[in-house]
């Protein structure tokens, strides 16, 4: 079990990934490498005299997919924020690519390949479905100048380059003409991660995106979370109440306490840590539930 300052990775996630498609140099080195993709080390987050988050320390390896769970106010979302340029962490370091992010504001994180869902959706309700996902496309074009020369997107997944294409793969293509506040809750989930998607991210960070799913959305959700990770070679961390569904997708979980990281294990491991039974599982979920979650 590992808890503070554990910066080295499970295993060699990189070595499993499939390779990268096409061939743009940034994003080819990335998910070769077997550096993490991104190091937190030591954050901490105040407010006021709340400490958020304390001195929490994590790595994230090219093409791994990671939970983090625990109770509600645990932190999860205010360390999502300080690793997304969201929120300035009180002290800490944070490397994206072995390059520090101090001090950035969030675009600079979404120019180094970073995307995220917010645990209230955050789309454009009076404009067509479609069109969020095109506002995700145009902010990739932005930063991507030099496909002005190639001609072509190189390096970015087919599935990727196009609103359509992307509509099709998270499952939408049948509401691309409705607004977006049209459409059910799970689908705006859906679309929020379309949206995060079509900026063309190599880390993705999803906070609670299957919240208020039904079970069998739930579990779809996580099949499309897995698929992501593993046909565009992204790298996932995955924020969740639904435990058992989660333990049985993610290699690796992140257990959050009152700030603290108290466990960063694979899955079986974590269910069986008496401390993390304690403060979160216990309540959560069965043995027998557990068990069967990390099968
Ligand atoms: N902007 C803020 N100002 C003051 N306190 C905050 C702020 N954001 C979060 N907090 C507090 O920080 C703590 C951690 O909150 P956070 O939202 O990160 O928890 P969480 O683990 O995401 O919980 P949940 O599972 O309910 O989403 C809570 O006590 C919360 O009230
Ligand atoms: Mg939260």
Same mark, same amino acid.
């Given at each position: 079990?590992?808890?503070?300052?554990?910066?080295?990775?499970?295993?060699?996630?990189?070595?499993?990934?499939?390779?990268?498609?096409?061939?743009?140099?940034? =994003? /080819?080195?990335?998910?070769?490498?077997? &550096?993490?993709? !991104?190091? +937190?080390?030591? #954050? $901490?987050?105040?407010?006021?005299? *709340?400490?958020?988050?304390?001195?929490?320390?994590?790595?994230?390896?090219?093409?791994?997919?990671?939970?983090?769970?625990?109770?509600?106010?645990?932190?999860?979302?205010?360390?999502?924020?300080?690793?997304?340029?969201?929120?300035?962490?009180?002290?800490?370091?944070?490397?994206?690519?072995?390059?520090?992010?101090?001090?950035?504001?969030?675009?600079?994180?979404?120019?180094?390949?970073?995307?995220?869902?917010?645990?209230?959706?955050?789309?454009?309700?009076?404009?067509?479905?479609?069109?969020?996902?095109?506002?995700?496309?145009?902010?990739?074009?932005?930063?991507?100048?030099?496909?002005?020369?190639?001609?072509?997107?190189?390096?970015?997944?087919?599935?990727?380059?196009?609103?359509?294409?992307? =509509? /099709?793969?998270?499952?939408?293509?049948? &509401?691309?003409? !409705?607004? +977006?506040?049209? #459409? $059910?809750?799970?689908?705006?989930? *859906?679309?929020?991660?379309?949206?995060?998607?079509?900026?063309?991210?190599?880390?993705?960070?999803?906070?609670?995106?299957?919240?208020?799913?039904?079970?069998?959305?739930?579990?779809?959700?996580?099949?499309?979370?897995?698929?992501?990770?593993?046909?565009?070679?992204?790298?996932?961390?995955?924020?969740?109440?639904?435990?058992?569904?989660?333990?049985?997708?993610?290699?690796?979980?992140?257990?959050?306490?009152?700030?603290?990281?108290?466990?960063?294990?694979?899955?079986?491991?974590?269910?069986?840590?008496?401390?993390?039974?304690?403060?979160?599982?216990?309540?959560?979920?069965?043995?027998?539930?557990?068990?069967?979650?990390?099968?």
């Amino acid at each position: 079990m590992s808890t503070e300052a554990n910066m080295e990775p499970p295993r060699s996630a990189a070595a499993r990934v499939a390779a990268p498609q096409g061939g743009a140099a940034e =994003l /080819g080195a990335a998910r070769r490498s077997t &550096q993490p993709l !991104l190091v +937190a080390q030591d #954050i $901490t987050v105040r407010f006021g005299g *709340l400490t958020a988050v304390d001195q929490v320390s994590a790595s994230f390896m090219p093409g791994e997919l990671v939970g983090i769970i625990g109770p509600n106010g645990a932190g999860k979302t205010t360390f999502f924020n300080a690793i997304s340029g969201v929120t300035q962490p009180t002290s800490g370091r944070l490397a994206l690519h072995g390059r520090s992010l101090a001090g950035q504001a969030p675009h600079r994180f979404a120019a180094r390949g970073l995307a995220r869902t917010f645990q209230t959706p955050r789309t454009f309700g009076d404009m067509r479905v479609r069109d969020n996902i095109a506002f995700g496309l145009k902010f990739a074009g932005r930063r991507r100048r030099e496909y002005l020369f190639w001609g072509d997107e190189v390096g970015v997944p087919w599935v990727l380059r196009t609103a359509d294409s992307i =509509l /099709g793969l998270i499952g939408l293509g049948a &509401q691309a003409e !409705l607004p +977006a506040a049209a #459409i $059910t809750p799970s689908q705006q989930r *859906l679309l929020e991660i379309g949206m995060a998607l079509a900026t063309r991210p190599q880390l993705l960070l999803l906070d609670e995106v299957a919240a208020g799913l039904t079970e069998n959305e739930v579990e779809d959700m996580a099949r499309l979370i897995r698929r992501l990770r593993d046909e565009l070679d992204l790298t996932v961390v995955w924020i969740e109440h639904a435990v058992s569904t989660l333990l049985r997708h993610v290699e690796r979980v992140i257990v959050l306490h009152q700030g603290r990281k108290i466990a960063d294990d694979v899955p079986r491991a974590v269910i069986r840590n008496p401390e993390v039974i304690e403060a979160y599982l216990g309540d959560e979920m069965g043995d027998a539930e557990a068990e069967g979650a990390a099968a």
